[in-house]
Antibody
Framework: QVQLQQSGTELVKPASSVKISCKAS????????MHWIRQQPGNGLEWIGW????????KYNQKFDGKATLTADKSSSTAYMQLSSLTSEDSAVYFC??????WGQGTLVTVSS | DIQMTQSPSFLSATVGDRVTINCKAS??????LNWYQQKLGEAPKRLIY???SLQTGIPSRFSGSGSGTDYTLTISSLQPEDVATYFC?????????FGAGTKLELK
């Protein structure tokens, strides 16, 4: 069965970066889009972008251009999202989702000094 | 960007009730509309994709309908385990956008 296992909770300092992982299993990793989504209390859900692991192509929500960088490692079937220049407004739960059908359990990122 | 207006934001209903939740898109989304259920502390679970296709393993009391800009999720007979937040997603054109959510509780 499809499983997406995300990395654990992150507590990071303002102006730093963080890299979240999403390890996929149970399907052909290279043949499916992986989306990343942000969920903030009171702000709902926002689509960050997608990566197609087969060729590394990416597309971003313009709002997250320069903030998020999506990559994928075919050898380990793992997708990554790096968030840079973090501020308190980046504090949220971040999800990966295969073709919007199956979602990881979420990674809580808290930005605080 | 396509805006998704979801209503109601909060819903209180009794076991056995028929429940409907609506999403209205700011432009035609060609039936590229999914519905999700999210319980507290859990990942969202897809219930319906492309307006009316039931995800494998989801009970048949859940159904979806709509076209153009107007879409509806229906729970035909509410069960206690349906207490959750529900939201829609349009994946017709980027940036993909979500409804704000409907919190469903038991009366």
């Amino acid at each position: 069965q499809v499983q997406l296992q995300q990395s654990g909770t992150e507590l990071v300092k303002p102006a730093s970066s963080v890299k979240i992982s999403c390890k996929a299993s149970g399907y052909t990793f290279t043949s499916n889009y992986m989306h990343w989504i942000r969920q903030q209390p009171g702000n709902g859900l926002e689509w960050i972008g997608w990566i197609y692991p087969g060729n590394g192509n990416t597309k971003y929500n313009q709002k997250f251009d320069g903030k998020a960088t999506l990559t994928a490692d075919k050898s380990s079937s793992t997708a990554y999202m790096q968030l840079s220049s973090l501020t308190s407004e980046d504090s949220a739960v971040y999800f990966c989702a295969k073709s919007f059908a199956y979602w990881g359990q979420g990674t809580l990122v808290t930005v605080s000094s | 960007d396509i805006q998704m207006t979801q209503s109601p934001s909060f819903l209180s209903a009794t076991v056995g009730d028929r429940v409907t939740i609506n999403c209205k898109a700011s432009q035609n989304i060609n039936k590229y509309l999914n519905w999700y259920q999210q319980k507290l502390g859990e990942a969202p679970k897809r219930l319906i994709y492309n307006t009316n296709s039931l995800q494998t393993g989801i009970p048949s009391r859940f159904s979806g309908s709509g076209s153009g800009t107007d879409y509806t999720l229906t729970i035909s007979s509410l069960q206690p385990e349906d207490v959750a937040t529900y939201f829609c997603l349009q994946h017709n054109s980027g940036p993909y956008t979500f409804g704000a959510g409907t919190k469903l509780e038991l009366k």
